[in-house]
């Protein structure tokens, strides 16, 4: 069995001008709260990016479960159990819980969507996360922001996901809302998950982390 659920190996990403990552390594492993930071344009944005399949990198490897993987799109990362719960939700708010926790991979009965499995399913990771009492037929808009990032954490378990990222998660939350999150995290972390946690917020960092990476001018 490998060491790290996922890992970076010597990952180099250049733009026109610019490197934003060079030779970076990372390796998450599964049950570890793994906390990322480095200052604005450090290239933290440009990792996560790399890890989610939105960015190909011109150099370097990924593993998952120490097979090698090329991510193509943020469809390959997602089946290979990748997923982010990004500071900007990604929510559509004029359509239901449901319809968002199955955004991009509708379950579907012949021609039909079958939303009797879809609703079954999205109860299931909300009751799983503590929040048996969310409407699966709400829209989303109608939940608080907190709720709202439930849904979205819902997603992610939703897809079986070996990782999940939280980027900058608690920037809109209140004080009571950062506590149930940390208790979703760590439960997250005790079911084997491996958590990559960004922040700015050093006290959260330390609080929460098992291990901590800083990344400086997109080096290790």
Not at 67 to 85: D, L
Request: aromatic share 6%; with cysteine.
């Amino acid at each position: 069995m490998a060491e790290y659920v996922v890992e970076l190996k010597n990952i180099t990403k250049r733009f026109p001008g610019v490197v934003a990552m060079k030779s970076m390594c990372i390796g998450i492993r599964p049950g570890e709260i793994h906390g990322l930071i480095g200052e604005n344009g450090a290239g933290k944005s440009t990792l996560i990016k790399v890890l989610t399949g939105v960015n190909i990198p011109e150099e370097g490897e990924i593993f998952v479960d120490g097979k090698k993987v090329s991510f193509r799109n943020p469809v390959q990362a997602r089946e290979a159990g990748i997923a982010c719960v990004y500071q900007e939700l990604n929510i559509v708010k004029q359509l239901s819980v449901t319809d968002n926790v199955f955004m991009g991979r509708s379950i579907k009965k012949g021609p039909l969507l079958d939303y009797a499995k879809m609703h079954e399913e999205a109860r299931r990771a909300l009751t799983s996360l503590g929040h048996p009492e969310i409407d699966v037929n709400m829209e989303c808009g109608k939940l608080g922001v907190g709720l709202q990032q439930m849904v979205e954490i819902a997603k992610a378990v939703s897809y079986n996901s070996k990782v999940i990222v939280f980027d900058e998660p608690t920037s809109s939350l209140t004080e009571e809302e950062v506590e149930h999150l940390f208790k979703i995290i760590n439960m997250l972390r005790d079911r084997g998950v491996g958590i990559i946690y960004i922040s700015h917020k050093m006290a959260e960092i330390k609080r929460i982390s098992d291990y901590i990476t800083v990344i400086r001018h997109g080096q290790w």
